[in-house]
């Protein structure tokens, strides 16, 4: 691997701290680095490049900040299978669980031999809107669908491989991967799916009957989502908390599994229920 590109957050210091010393590190390997044109300039380069032009010649990605920067290069390098290594560099993040400690030698490793990483499915969104494709994009943590700031409930019937499920009154709905299921669903009482499991959550968010509970399909189900009533207010699809459409009664909403998947560099010093443990702070009083 010659070409790496590098994503950090380009207003936090220490993330503009980091690239600096990432960009030197690789250059004295002799490796190109693959800079953004906006974080080029915080980091004293005389130019930077476009994201098409990054996620063309990246063989290998370093994220530094959090699992939402990751998340939006996740979407950005989506079918490209190019390994992503997300450093943390505040407390240990679900997708970012490189430690600024373990970013050197694991990095070199990547450079020597191909990593270790673990494919994450992501979920292929398509949004039409009488009849004509609205919308069309992927993500790797979540679909939402809400409501605007009144408080009155919306109402979407949903189907599953052109069963009816049933018409969820409520706040709204969370379609989550398996990686996506400790983001917002689990906030919204969903459950925690290891992230290599083949399957989908559906999360009502506070719904009108108790008795609609988050539900876990198989992931090779269609999910589609018709917005049945929306009370005159304005209702939002929502993909992993970043790209927001607006939509109107009577769009549809179909979810299924994509074709591609993230490959996201693991540490070999760490596995997943250590990270729960830590992030949920499990076995402390």
């Known amino acids: 691997m010659t070409q790496v590109a ?8 220490r993330c503009q701290g980091v690239a600096s010393e990432l960009i030197a590190w690789l ?19 005389a130019e930077g490049l476009t994201d098409t032009e990054i996620r063309d010649r990246a ?27 997300g450093v943390n560099l505040g407390s240990l993040g679900f997708l970012t669980e490189i430690t600024l400690d373990e970013l050197y030698p694991v990095l070199e490793q990547c450079l020597i031999a191909p990593p270790a990483v673990t494919a994450r499915m992501m979920l292929e969104v398509v949004v039409t809107r009488t009849g004509d494709e609205l919308y069309r994009g992927e993500v790797l943590n979540d679909v939402v669908i809400n409501k605007g700031a009144i408080a009155r409930i919306i109402e979407l019937e949903a189907r599953v491989n052109g069963q009816f499920l049933t018409t969820f009154k409520a706040d709204g709905l969370i379609i989550s991967t398996p990686t996506g299921s400790t983001g917002y669903s689990l906030s919204a009482g969903g459950p925690i799916v290891q992230p290599l499991m083949g399957c989908v ?85």
């Open 6 to 13: 590098i994503f950090a957050k380009v207003h936090d210091p």
């Open 59 to 85: 063989e290998l990605v370093v994220v530094l900040g959090g699992d939402g920067t990751l998340i939006s290069v996740a979407r950005l390098f989506s079918g490209r299978g190019v390994p992503i290594l």
């Open 201 to 285: 959550v559906i999360t009502p968010i506070c719904p009108h009957t108790l008795t609609n509970r988050p539900l876990v399909i198989s992931d090779q189900s269609v999910i589609r989502i018709v917005v049945k009533s929306s009370f005159d207010e304005k209702v939002y699809l929502t993909l992993d908390g970043q790209v927001g459409v607006e939509l109107q009664e009577g769009d549809t909403i179909a979810v299924c599994r994509a074709q591609t998947t993230t490959p996201l560099v693991t540490s070999r010093d760490r596995d997943y229920f250590s990270i729960l443990r830590t992030k949920l702070k499990w076995g402390e009083r």
């Open 27 to 45: 250059q004295e390997r002799r490796c190109l680095p693959l800079v953004q044109e906006h974080l080029a300039r915080h980091v004293g380069l």
